[in-house]
C-alpha cells in the first residue's frame, strides 16, 4: 500500500547530541512537510519542500534543518537538541501545496531528550 | 497562531451515542478539512469541506460549515469505541499554502 513511513517510531538522544529523523513515501507526492507536536497541542509546520524547493517557516528555530535528496525521502537533522525540542515529529505529503489537497501523515517520530 | 479553535477540548460518551465538536476560525477561508489521531499515532484525513459547501457526509460522518459564523461542526453518529482519538480541524487561509491545525478535541467512547 502507498503510504509515508517515518524511522525510528521512538528516538531517545542526549541533550546537544545531533538527531536525524527520516520519512519516506510511496505516493510520489511533490510536497513533504515537517509538523512538530507537543502534547495535546496542535502540530506546528516547521518546513516544507515542494519537489526541490525548500520552505522554512518564520518562527521554525535555526537548529532544525531538512534535506531532500530525492522525491521520495526528507530528513530532519536537529543540530543541538534541547529539553524544550521532546515532541512528537510528523511527516506527511501531499500532492500539491494549497489547503485543497489532503495531507498524507505518517505515523511520527517520538523524540525524548535526556 | 493556530487559526482553528476546537470546542470542547474534551468530551466523553458512550458507545453508540452521537459526539458533536465545534471548530471556529479567525480569518476567511478556502477550505476546511477534519483530521483523526490516534493516541501516539499521526493524523488520518477525515473530511474536506470547501467554503462554497454547506453541510458534507462520509459514512458515520456529517460535517457542517457556516461561513458567516466562521465555524464548522464534525458529527460522528453511532460512535464505536474504535472513534476513541482527538480530532483537528483544519483550515487554509486564502492565498496561503499551508493548513493550520486547532489544538483537537479529544473523544473517549466508553464501551
Known amino acids: 500500500d502507498a503510504m509515508v513511513i517515518q524511522n525510528p517510531r521512538y528516538q531517545v538522544t542526549q541533550f546537544g547530541k545531533p538527531v536525524t529523523l527520516s520519512c519516506s513515501q510511496t505516493l510520489n507526492h511533490n510536497v513533504m512537510y515537517w509538523y512538530q507536536q507537543k502534547s495535546s497541542q496542535a502540530p506546528k509546520l516547521l518546513f516544507h519542500y515542494y519537489d526541490k524547493d525548500f520552505n522554512n517557516e518564520a518562527d521554525t528555530p535555526d537548529n532544525f534543518q531538512s534535506r531532500r535528496p530525492n522525491t521520495s525521502f526528507c530528513f530532519l537533522d536537529i543540530r543541538s537538541p534541547g529539553l524544550g525540542d521532546a515532541a512528537m515529529y510528523l511527516c506527511a505529503t501531499s500532492r500539491e501545496l494549497g489547503g485543497g489537497d489532503t495531507q498524507y501523515f505518517g505515523p511520527g517520530t517520538r523524540l525524548t531528550v535526556l | 497562531s493556530q487559526q482553528g479553535e476546537e470546542d470542547p477540548q474534551a468530551l466523553s460518551i458512550q458507545e453508540g451515542e452521537n459526539a458533536t465538536m465545534n471548530c471556529s476560525y479567525k480569518t476567511s477561508i478556502n477550505n476546511l478539512q477534519w483530521y483523526r489521531q490516534n493516541s501516539g499515532r499521526g493524523l488520518v484525513h477525515l473530511i474536506l469541506?470547501?467554503?462554497?459547501?454547506r453541510e458534507k457526509h462520509s459514512g458515520r460522518l456529517r460535517v457542517t460549515l457556516d461561513t458567516s459564523k466562521k465555524s464548522s461542526s464534525l458529527l460522528i453518529t453511532a460512535s464505536r469505541a474504535a472513534d476513541t482519538a482527538s480530532y483537528f480541524c483544519a483550515t487554509d487561509v486564502s492565498n496561503d499554502y499551508k493548513l493550520s491545525f486547532g489544538a483537537g478535541t479529544t473523544v473517549t467512547v466508553r464501551a
Open positions: 469541506i470547501r467554503s462554497n459547501e
